[in-house]
Structure formats: C-alpha cells, structure tokens
C-alpha cells in the first residue's frame, strides 16, 4: 500500500493506495493515523478511492483510527469509497459509524 499526507483548506487529507489487507497496509494506516492524532490534526479525511481492495483486517483499523480520533476530539470521515468499501461498510453495519462522502471536495466541504 502506498500513502501519502497534504493539507487543503485546514484538513489533512491520508490518500491510501492499493489493499489494506492483513500484512499489507493494516499498520501503515495505522500508524499513519496515529502520527496525525500525536501531530494534534483535528480534521482528517480518509480518500479510499484507489484502495482496490480492503479485508476485516483493513475495517478494523479504520474502526481503530474512528476510536482513536474520538478519544482525542477529533474527526475522521471517508472520501471516495469504492464500490466494494462501500458494500463492505453496509454488510457490517458501519456506514451508519462512519461520516463517509463520494468526493474529496465534499468531506473537506463538511468541516466547515
């Protein structure tokens, strides 16, 4: 998996790439997550659009990364949701957790 961090408009946008699969991925975002929160980041989006496929290890990271940004007052929310993210979060009852939207634009629109 590959990531990368920026910044628009005061959020902190974590672009994943790849599979976020057990081995692969699941503590790279992890620990990407973490950075962030130790960094004192307050608005961060998750942009899932080239993320080609994810298991029940890569969902409960991001549950993990959902806790750990409420426990410290801040806020994750999910941008681009392929497909099979989204049919993934609706067969396990997450979509209702996870603040989730189809553009980047519009999750980083959500903060403000």
């Known amino acids: 998996m590959n990531d990368r961090i920026y910044e628009k408009d005061g959020v902190t946008i974590l672009e994943l790439k790849g599979t976020i699969t ?5 503590v790279t975002m992890r620990d990407r997550i973490k950075e962030l ?4 980041k307050k608005q961060i989006v998750i942009d899932l659009g080239e993320v080609s496929f994810m298991d029940s290890t890569g969902l409960g990271e991001l549950v993990a990364a959902y806790t750990s940004a409420r426990h410290q007052q801040a806020h994750l929310k999910l941008a681009n949701l392929t497909k099979k993210i989204k049919d993934l979060l609706a067969i396990t009852q997450l979509a209702a957790v996870f603040e989730s939207y189809e553009s ?6 959500s903060f403000k």
């Not at 929160?37 to 004192?40: C, E, N, P, Y």
């Not at 980047?104 to 629109?109: K, S």
């Open 22 to 26: 057990l081995g692969s991925g699941d």
């Open 37 to 40: 929160l130790a960094q004192g």
């Open 104 to 109: 980047l634009g519009d999750a980083i629109a």
